[in-house]
């Protein structure tokens, strides 16, 4: 009987196929398995059995047809700038790596769309939609980060406030079930309408099938975009705030306006931090800044930034807010730096510098919450970050970063990073994620086996399954049924 | 298997040095700066991806943040310089876009690290053959080019001009620092006859140590080999000072990097340079700025110029060559997709081209794609390292470009 490895290497050739430990090595980890500082990180590191390079769908169809007829785990990962353990497996098998898929195949400029593989990379998509006067959705990740792994798994940017998250920008995809069949959806499952841009298949759309799920319905082999205007005028701005429920006033304000592209609200020492490239650096932001920043950008016309302009500055002044015309100085090179960046790179650059810089996310939880309720989950963590974190309270190092809220969707919901930069203690973890949802944030979170939520979100114990009642037990029925082998990203989404 | 007991564990029994290695590949956090061209300088999808051995195998620990794994787990001991190991430590051209990537936001610097477990593997006794003969090659003709010292003077016998005076015998305010590549190698010569003629165009007090030159070292610390590297640092170091000139120029890129950078790495063993150390087109372009040097000729041409890892990435000189080219009446320069910081490598570095030779290859091959895309007629550099591997993809790819390093091209209209 022929090898897996030999019939892998058969599919895609042997110089695209490894099973040498060596290799495998460099698999088996990403941030949260061991994160910038000593003490962090909880996913251990864990290796697949192979790793497999395709080049074209109809491999990746036989790759995953091969593993499902001999019940090996597939793992999809494309340029592993990975921070969510997503395509670290549970269980050995194939790692899928979507290198040599990384083409923008096709960019529509009248429809604003483009088609691209798995590998195209933000930065990649954002260079050629600028030559066509157009822009990408911009992730708040890192710009190495992908469009179809960034919206599968979650994907906040800058401008979510009017286009929304990383996964409302896809338009169709091409995936390949447990059994190899490729599907393909939206207008593409019509090979008449191939081309045309409508927004679903005939009956209930498939499209959104593999999000959220991290390859556990199905592995995206291609994915149409949406692609947007590149604005004549662009500006962000930087308010500063002394009380939370002016600066959540303010946001709140601002979200019901609808004229922000994006907006988000930061304890200013996290923001500082994305601009300070050492300790020393981000102490004196923490003495220097206030205690809330609220970031917004204006995109358009002149004309239409310039009054939109006058609208926020008016709210900034009703709710006592400072508009920071001129960063302290330390913070000041990089913050120029990362504006120059903000239509390709963003302050993607700038999150990777406070994670690497502070420390480590030793754990977090994400929470989509109503913007009514910003204000009091804010509170809420602090409290509870109080209570069980006294090192919290000293405003120092590590535990600086609680709470992070990007708004989305024209103002109808926030979606919360709630990061805990203490030792992690599982239990307490536990206990303020139910407090949290308690508190009013919404369960998406909880599907999601993402670096900061595993201990969290999904236990083997069967905890958060009760508490999701039904629809947990759908998702399940869904799994056993697209997938009775359980062979696409096993453990990731369900225990 | 690694688990985060094992590193702290680690960090109590590990000397103070490998911690601080160790750290840097903890603070590896996989965002793949080091892989791709920096965010808002992405000049295309094509052109986003910057590092040559990556972009051949492809797989995760032919790119730095996957070398940061198998070096952690080298520091830790769980594994040993077995042949995958060497070869993915070696598969590295050390352009340093991995490192100028990641120092822009990460600092974990991965470029160092490789560099420092090579040094391991070496003082292991881990060297590949092919290494090896670079160090057979300096002990025996004292250059690695397996050509005798007197070869060093071949190209002023040839050259047949007056003026380039002897710096062991006579007293010169410049010392030309020719290097191994332009020195010895016969098809590079060219590159030390052009530099000596803009030299004496320009009224340079200048001399050569000709067979006397010691190898700067650069190849044999890429390759691991710090003893020999420190020994003719040692040597090179206090024969400059001795020299008592003002100013040492190079043309060679490897040389100038590793006189000026690394050597005053060195200073608390081997003491400061007292001379300034520069590349020739930094002094050439001084020489232009101060009229002291006159283009006294148009040349209708069109170039894109390539900047070596050497200078440009590990210096930083990027400005200095395209002002002398821009100072030349006639010459055209069209910028690569990848320019400056954001340069894609040769191919050639790093003791690369000695053992992947066909993969050096083919990295130049793509380089000299992009050369072509500008539409220029030449393709110029500053580097005799550059100038032999792209002259060679451009002559595998049947490429209608043609390779001319800085030095000629101002050579023929001063």
């Given amino acids: ?495 | 298997m690694f688990r985060l007991e094992k590193v702290l564990e680690a960090f109590e029994k590990l000397p103070a040095e490998d911690v601080e290695w160790l750290k840097k590949t903890i603070y590896c956090m996989k965002c793949g700066f080091c892989r791709f061209v920096w965010a808002e300088n992405t000049p295309s999808a094509e052109y986003a991806y910057q590092c040559p051995a990556g972009e051949h195998w492809k797989f995760e620990p032919y790119y730095a943040s996957g070398k940061m794994e198998i070096c952690r787990e080298l520091l830790l001991g769980n594994l040993d310089y077995t042949d995958k190991v060497m070869e993915i430590l070696y598969t590295c051209t050390t352009c340093g876009n991995c490192k100028e990537n990641c120092n822009r936001a990460v600092k974990a610097s991965p470029m160092d690290v490789i560099q420092e477990m090579r040094r391991r593997a070496f003082a292991a006794g881990k060297v590949f053959p092919s290494h090896r003969r670079l160090i057979e090659g300096l002990k025996n003709y004292g250059n690695p080019w397996f050509q005798p010292k007197a070869a060093r003077e071949k190209w002023v016998k040839e050259m047949k001009e007056k003026g380039i005076k002897n710096a062991n015998k006579e007293k010169v305010k410049v010392l030309y620092y020719v290097g191994c590549t332009a020195g010895v190698d016969p098809t590079m010569r060219r590159v030390a006859v052009a530099t000596s003629k803009v030299l004496l165009a320009a009224g340079v007090d200048f001399g050569i140590l000709g067979s006397e030159e010691v190898c700067c070292g650069s190849i044999y610390r890429r390759i691991g080999d710090e003893g020999t590297f420190r020994e003719l640092a040692e040597k090179n170091i206090k024969r400059f000072n001795e020299l008592g000139v003002d100013t040492i120029v190079t043309a060679c890129a490897g040389c100038a990097r590793t006189i000026m950078t690394e050597y005053p790495e060195l200073a608390d063993t081997y003491g400061e340079i007292k001379p300034r150390v520069v590349h020739v087109v930094q002094f050439v372009n001084e020489l232009i700025k101060d009229k002291k040097l006159e283009i006294k000729k148009e040349n209708n041409i069109h170039v894109t110029y390539h900047d070596p890892c050497h200078i440009g990435r590990h210096v930083g000189i990027y400005e200095p060559p395209r002002e002398v080219i821009n100072a030349i009446p006639g010459v055209k320069l069209t910028e690569m997709a990848r320019n400056r910081d954001f340069s894609f490598c040769c191919g050639a570095g790093g003791g690369f081209r000695t053992q992947y030779l066909d993969v050096a290859l083919e990295t130049a091959i793509k380089r000299v794609k992009e050369a072509e895309e500008t539409g220029a007629d030449y393709m110029i550099s500053t580097c005799p390292f550059c100038y032999q591997n792209l002259s060679l993809g451009i002559q595998e790819s049947k490429s209608r470009l043609q390779f001319r390093d800085l030095t000629e091209v101002l050579a023929e209209v001063v």
Avoid at chain 1, 152 to 175: H, S, Y
């Fill in chain 1, 1 to 495: 009987m022929e090898s897996i490895k030999g019939a892998l290497e058969r599919i895609v050739g042997p110089e695209w196929v490894s099973d040498d430990p060596v290799i495998l090595l460099a698999y088996g980890r990403d941030i949260t398995s061991l994160s910038t500082a000593i003490g962090g990180g909880f996913i251990p590191q864990r290796m697949p059995e192979f790793v497999v390079l395709p080049e074209n769908t109809e491999q990746v169809s036989k790759i995953i047809r091969l593993a499902n007829n001999h019940k090996i785990p597939i793992v999809p990962g494309t340029t592993a700038a990975n921070v969510s353990s997503t395509s670290i497996p549970t269980q050995g098998g194939i790692r899928i790596d979507f290198k040599r898929m990384n083409k923008v195949l096709e960019i529509d400029e009248v429809d604003m769309r483009a088609k691209i593989q798995p590998c195209v990379t933000y930065a990649m998509l954002q260079s050629e939609a600028h030559k066509r006067g157009l822009q990408t959705f911009i992730t708040a990740a890192p710009f190495t980060g992908t469009p179809v792994g960034n919206s599968i798994f979650c994907g906040i940017g800058r401008n979510q406030n009017q286009i929304g998250m990383a996964f409302q920008q896809i338009i169709c995809v091409e995936m390949v079930l447990a059994d190899g069949t490729v599907v393909r959806t939206g207008p593409n499952s019509d090979f008449l309408a191939k081309g045309a841009y409508f927004w679903h298949g005939p009956g209930p759309d498939l499209t959104y099938f593999p999000m959220y799920v991290h390859g556990g319905f199905g592995v995206v082999t291609e994915m149409d975009w949406k692609l947007h205007r590149f604005p004549e005028e662009r500006q962000t701005m930087h308010i500063f705030f002394q009380n939370l429920g002016e600066v959540v006033g303010a946001h709140n304000e601002l979200a019901r306006s609808e004229l922000p592209k994006g907006l988000a609200i930061a304890p200013a020492p996290y923001y500082g931090q994305r601009y300070a490239d050492n300790w020393e650096a981000i102490e004196r932001c923490v003495r220097a800044w206030p205690k809330y920043v609220l970031a917004l950008n204006l995109e358009g016309t002149k004309r239409q930034v310039a009054y939109e302009k006058t609208v926020v500055e008016k709210v900034i002044k009703k709710y006592n807010g400072r508009l920071l015309d001129k960063l302290p100085s330390e913070a000041q090179e990089r913050y120029l730096f990362t504006e120059d960046g903000a239509t390709r790179g963003d302050y993607c650059a700038g999150t990777t510098c406070a994670w690497a810089v502070g420390a480590t996310r030793q754990t977090g939880y994400f929470a989509i919450v109503g913007i009514s309720e910003i204000q009091e989950i804010t509170e809420l963590y602090v409290e509870w970050s109080q209570k069980v974190d006294p090192e919290y309270t000293k405003g120092r190092g590590r535990w600086w970063l609680p709470i992070y809220i990007y708004t989305f969707n024209w103002g109808h919901c926030a979606y919360v990073e709630l990061m805990n930069f203490s030792k992690p203690n599982p239990t307490k973890l536990q206990d303020f994620q139910e407090h949290v949802v308690r508190g009013g944030a919404a369960a998406r979170a909880c599907l999601n086996r993402g670096a900061y939520s595993l201990p969290l979100m999904v236990r083997d114990d069967g905890r958060i399954g009760s508490r999701m009642g039904v629809y947990y037990e759908k998702l399940r029925e869904i799994k056993e049924i697209v997938d009775p082998n359980n062979i696409l990203n096993p453990g990731m989404m369900l225990p």
